[in-house]
C-alpha cells in the first residue's frame, strides 16, 4: 500500500521543528484570525470554489490554484499540510485541497488527521499571528491531472457499468430533496446521477476522543462492501462541489483501493445541465454483489 495520506499532530509538530513544512489552514478568515497553528497561511478558496469541467474552466482552476499555493510558499520542495476545523465538519476541504493539490502535480501533500480540534487536544502551539509567507514558483505537472474526471469522462463512465458512480453527498441530496448543502433550491435540479451508488461521507469516519477520525482500512472496506466497491473495483466519487467526496477519497485511497478518481464538477454542474440524465426520488434498487479479489 503507497504512503500514508493522513498525519499526526506529533508528526505535524515534528515537521515543524524540521522546517520545510507550510500549513495550510482551509478554515474561514474568521477562524484562523481566532487562532491557527504557528506559520500556517490562510486559503479558505479551496472549499469555496466552484469548479467547471469545461476547457476554460479547468485552465482558469489550474492558473487560480498554481498563483494561491505558489503565494502561500510551496515551490515543489516544501510539505503542504492541510487541515480543517475537524474531519466532520468542514465538509471535507482539507482533503479538497489535497485533491487540487493532487491534481496539479504537486508532490508532497498531507492532511493533518483530525484537523485542529486534533491538534488542539494534542497540546499543539496556537497563535493569533497572521504568517506571511515567501511566495515560490508553483509549476503544474499536466501529467498528474487523471486524478480528476470531467464532463465527458463522468458522461462516459455513466455507461460503463464496470466503474462504480460513488455519491457521497448527505442523505437529503441523495433521495432528491434538496439540491445542495448550500440550500434546497440552489442548484436548478433534484436528484442524482444515474446509476449511483451511495455511502454517506460521514459513514466513512468514527468517534474518537479527539473528535472525528477517519476508520480503519478493514472498517472503511466494509462500508465499501455495502455498495459493492471491493479493493480492484474502480471508482468515480461526486458530492456537490468535490470536497466532500474528496474526503471519501482519501478514506478509499487508505484503505488500498487505488483506483479512485473524483468528478470534481459534481453535482453543481451535472444538475445545472437540463440534456443530462439523472434519477429523482428515492432509489429502490440494491447495487449488485462484487467478487473480492485476493490480497
Known amino acids: 500500500m503507497s504512503e500514508s495520506i493522513l498525519i499526526s499532530p506529533n508528526d505535524v509538530e515534528a515537521l515543524l521543528k524540521e522546517g520545510g513544512v507550510v500549513p495550510i489552514d482551509t478554515r474561514a478568515p474568521e477562524a484562523y484570525a481566532a487562532g491557527h497553528i504557528p506559520g500556517a497561511v490562510n486559503i479558505h478558496d479551496i472549499f469555496t470554489y466552484l469548479a467547471s ?6 485552465a482558469a482552476m489550474k492558473d487560480k490554484f498554481a498563483e494561491t499555493f505558489g503565494a502561500a510558499g510551496l515551490g515543489g520542495e516544501e510539505t503542504a499540510v492541510l487541515y480543517e476545523a475537524s474531519m ?3 465538509f471535507g476541504q482539507s482533503c479538497r485541497g489535497y485533491t487540487l493539490l493532487k491534481y496539479l502535480g504537486y508532490p508532497k501533500v498531507k492532511i493533518l488527521h483530525g484537523g485542529y480540534a486534533a491538534w488542539t487536544a494534542a ?4 497563535t493569533t499571528e497572521p504568517t506571511v509567507p515567501s ?3 508553483f509549476t503544474v505537472d499536466p501529467a498528474a491531472a487523471s486524478l480528476f474526471v470531467g464532463l465527458e469522462e463522468m458522461k462516459a463512465a455513466v455507461a460503463d457499468d464496470g466503474i462504480v458512480k460513488l455519491d457521497t453527498r448527505d442523505v437529503d441530496e441523495w433521495i432528491g430533496e434538496s439540491s445542495s448543502p448550500y440550500g434546497k433550491d440552489f442548484c436548478p435540479r433534484k436528484g442524482r446521477i444515474p446509476k449511483a451508488r451511495w455511502i454517506e461521507w460521514y459513514r466513512m469516519m468514527k468517534p474518537t476522543p479527539a473528535g472525528k477520525m477517519l476508520k480503519s482500512k478493514d472498517e472503511i472496506l466494509a462500508e465499501c462492501a455495502t455498495a459493492g466497491i471491493g479493493t480492484d473495483t474502480p471508482v ?3 458530492c456537490f462541489k468535490g470536497a466532500r467526496a474528496s474526503n471519501t477519497l482519501v478514506a478509499l485511497k487508505e484503505a488500498g483501493i487505488e483506483d479512485v478518481r473524483l468528478y470534481f464538477g459534481s453535482w453543481n454542474e451535472w ?3 437540463p440534456s443530462l440524465p439523472i434519477e429523482e426520488g428515492r432509489p429502490g434498487s440494491a447495487p449488485p454483489a462484487f467478487s473480492q479479489a485476493a490480497e
Open 88 to 90: 466532520d465538519t468542514g
Open 123 to 126: 497540546g499543539g502551539a496556537t
Open 53 to 58: 469541467s469545461t476547457p476554460e474552466g479547468v
Open 236 to 238: 468515480v466519487l461526486y
Open 135 to 137: 511566495a515560490k514558483t
Open 271 to 273: 444538475s445545472r445541465d
